[in-house]
C-alpha cells in the first residue's frame, strides 16, 4: 500500500476533516484514504464525455420527438 503525504492543506480544510472522521470513529488517516479511494472510483468528466460520445443513439428519440415532449409537458 502506498504511504501519502500532504502539504499546505488549509487549517479549515483540515480541521473539517478531522471533524468528519472523528463522527465516522475513524483515524483522519483511514477516513481520507476512504474518501481518497471513492474518489478514485468516480469516473472523471473526460470518461463520461467519451463514453457518451461513444454510445450509439439511432435507435432513441429524435429531436423533434424531444421538443414536442418538452412543450407537452409545459402545458
Known amino acids: 500500500m502506498a504511504t501519502l503525504y ?3 492543506v488549509p487549517e ?3 480541521e473539517s476533516l478531522k471533524e468528519r472522521a472523528a ?3 475513524m483515524s483522519l488517516s483511514a477516513y481520507v484514504a476512504r474518501e ?3 474518489i478514485a472510483t468516480r469516473p472523471t468528466n473526460a470518461e463520461i464525455v467519451k ?3 461513444a454510445k450509439d443513439r439511432s ?3 429524435s429531436t423533434a420527438d424531444i421538443l ?3 412543450a407537452e409537458g409545459r402545458q
Do not use: S, T, W
Open 6 to 8: 500532504i502539504r499546505d
Open 12 to 14: 479549515p480544510v483540515a
Open 23 to 25: 463522527e465516522a470513529g
Open 36 to 38: 481518497l479511494a471513492d
Open 51 to 53: 463514453r457518451l460520445k
Open 59 to 61: 435507435q432513441g428519440p
Open 68 to 70: 414536442e415532449a418538452v
